[in-house]
């Protein structure tokens, strides 16, 4: 079992950046690649990011490649997201998720997700 919590969610202008972080319970955490995704009003959640087990490999969707950087920390069971150049279109429910496949890309391939955190991008 996996619990993850989200945090670093809030309001920010457009160009701005936010650091999401998301620690995770347990002593299993580095056999897990970790994803990132958002919900945004009225949308399906879609896939931003995830990162291997060990760091070395990671995949973005393109409407963030560039912008949004993903990171872990094995040692203190954490995973980042750091957001920069963030447009209005960024507005969402950011969740994080453990995987058991690797650099999965598709909700259903994911284990455990977290409550979820919030982020605004005002224009």
């Known amino acids: 079992q996996v619990q993850l919590v989200e945090s670093g969610g809030g309001l920010v202008q457009a160009g701005g950046s936010l650091r999401l972080s998301c620690a995770a319970s347990?002593?299993?955490?580095?056999?897990?690649?970790m994803g990132w995704f958002r919900q945004g009003p009225g949308k399906e959640r879609e896939f931003v990011a995830v990162?291997?087990?060990?760091?070395?490999?990671?995949h973005y969707a393109g409407s963030v490649r560039g912008r949004f950087t993903i990171s872990r920390d094995n040692a203190k069971n954490t995973v980042f997201l750091q957001m920069n150049s963030l447009k209005p279109e960024d507005t969402a429910i950011y969740y994080c998720?453990?995987?058991?496949?690797?650099?999965?890309?598709?909700?259903?391939?994911?284990?455990?997700w977290g409550q979820g955190t919030q982020v605004t991008v005002s224009s």
């Open positions: 347990g002593r299993t955490f580095s056999s897990y690649a």
């Open positions: 998720a453990a995987s058991s496949y690797g650099l999965a890309l598709g909700r259903a391939t994911y284990d455990y």
């Open positions: 990162i291997s087990q060990n760091g070395s490999r990671t």
